[in-house]
């Protein structure tokens, strides 16, 4: 893989932030640079699969039950339900780096954002 002038970037400002958002275009590896720059301890886990992004639509507490951090959330504009559950995750928990996103529809998520510290990049 090539080296993306935003690997430094998302490790530094994940030391600093509890939730970073990697929003763009389809297809211009924003999880394949999430992936490359997680170790093995941060899980993975993509809205595209059916049954994770129901579970998350119609469970989002019963999803990060099952879902520990630090993770990965691929394609999180199919569950905009789990802002608010993220967000008292973050506010009970008060660790850097917990939450990955990754989401294609930017100004939609960020609608869902509002509220709480996180970094927005845009790829």
Do not use: C
């Amino acid at each position: 893989m090539l080296e993306r002038t935003l690997s430094k970037t998302v490790q530094s400002i994940s030391k600093g932030f509890p939730v970073i958002l990697l929003t763009g275009p389809r297809q211009v590896g924003k999880t394949t640079l999430f992936k490359n720059l997680s170790n093995a301890k941060r899980k993975f886990v993509s809205l595209d699969d059916l049954e994770e992004r129901k579970l998350a639509q119609t469970d989002p507490a019963g999803f990060l039950q099952k879902h520990k951090t630090p993770l990965i959330i691929d394609e999180i504009q199919y569950a905009p339900g789990l802002f608010p559950y993220i967000k008292i995750h973050i506010d009970s928990n008060k660790k850097n780096g917990e939450f990955w996103l990754t989401g294609s529809q930017k100004f939609h998520l960020m609608q869902g954002l509002q509220e709480f510290s996180i970094f927005p990049l845009v790829l």
